[in-house]
């Protein structure tokens, strides 16, 4: 092998501050970081594929949903993760996008906010003794999903702004 970087990085074992399923769409990664960043989560274990929250709440295989949650078990097991964020996002391709919806972005936001709880049920009921948060990130911030309305919500959704 030939050393091409350097870098120091610690070593040592650590305790992570939230596992975090999200989708590998590159038009989100930033919020991702930022907003983590924003909600005191320095660790992450990232789980990142495509569609995020898709793969647990509808998944193409069983395979798909029994990896991810072996990750989520890992994350546990290995770096004592006690949170979990789980995500989707506006005009993700494995939904089909935005035209999937014909352009109706309430009609998206109420789609990903089933699947999201859908997928926080699925985690809750494999790892009751972990926090599950689910969000979805659009292109103008990141809303809380929540399994009631609240006074903050976005008309017509269970979307809470988040930031």
Request: some cysteine.
């Amino acid at each position: 092998m030939r050393k091409v970087f350097h870098f120091d990085s610690p070593s040592d074992p650590y305790v992570a501050d939230a596992a975090v399923l999200c989708c590998f769409d590159h038009r989100i990664s930033t919020v991702v970081r930022k907003f983590l960043r924003k909600q005191g989560i320095d660790r992450s274990d990232m789980i990142v594929v495509a569609g995020g929250a898709l793969t647990l709440a509808s998944p193409r295989n069983d395979f798909e949903q029994d990896f991810i949650l072996e990750q989520v078990r890992m994350s546990i097991r290995l770096h004592q993760t006690t949170r979990v964020l789980v995500m989707s996002h506006s005009d993700c391709a494995t939904y089909g996008g935005l035209a999937h919806f014909k352009g109706d972005r309430t009609a998206e936001a109420e789609h990903h906010r089933d699947q999201l709880l859908r997928a926080a049920q699925l985690l809750a009921s494999n790892f009751p003794e972990i926090s599950i948060e689910p969000y979805f990130v659009k292109f103008d911030g990141v809303w809380e999903v929540q399994p009631t309305a609240r006074p903050r919500a976005l008309p017509g959704h269970d979307l809470q702004a988040v930031g």
